[in-house]
Nanobody, 124 residues
Framework: QVQLVESGGGLVQAGGSLRLSCVVSGRTAAIYGMAWFRQAPGKEREFVASASSGDSTLYADSVKGRFTISRDNDRNTVYLQMSSLKPEDTAVYSC??????????????????WGQGTQVTVSS
């Protein structure tokens, strides 16, 4: 059974930093495309960042230069380092994994496995 479990969310002041973790079990994280998405109350889920198995990356314009996606293959874990946080970054952040493909993608439909999410709240 494949599980993705996020952690690391919390309450932080604007300008602060957080690092989210996504531990993958039941499947190797290293060889599949991985991504982070977020969903704010009353809004559609939106793409944040994605990494290919070769560690090529793709970022939403809204987070480029502030967020970094990375993976630790020994720990089967994907991270999202977030800095210079803004109140508009407040959302539930979820990680996702592609089922068959190694490339990055910003499309929700390209991801098959999803975690439950972790809340990030940025106060002004």
């Amino acid at each position: 059974q494949v599980q993705l479990v996020e952690s690391g969310g919390g309450l932080v002041q604007a300008g602060g930093s957080l690092r989210l973790s996504c531990v993958v079990s039941g499947r190797t994280a290293a060889i599949y495309g991985m991504a982070w998405f977020r969903q704010a109350p009353g809004k559609e889920r939106e793409f944040v960042a994605s990494a290919s198995s070769g560690d090529s990356t793709l970022y939403a314009d809204s987070v480029k230069g502030r967020f970094t996606i990375s993976r630790d293959n020994d720990r089967n874990t994907v991270y999202l380092q977030m800095s210079s946080l803004k109140p508009e970054d407040t959302a539930v952040y979820s990680c996702a994994q592609r089922r068959f493909f190694s490339g990055y993608s910003s499309r929700t439909a390209d991801y098959y496995y999803w975690g439950q999410g972790t809340q990030v709240t940025v106060s002004s």
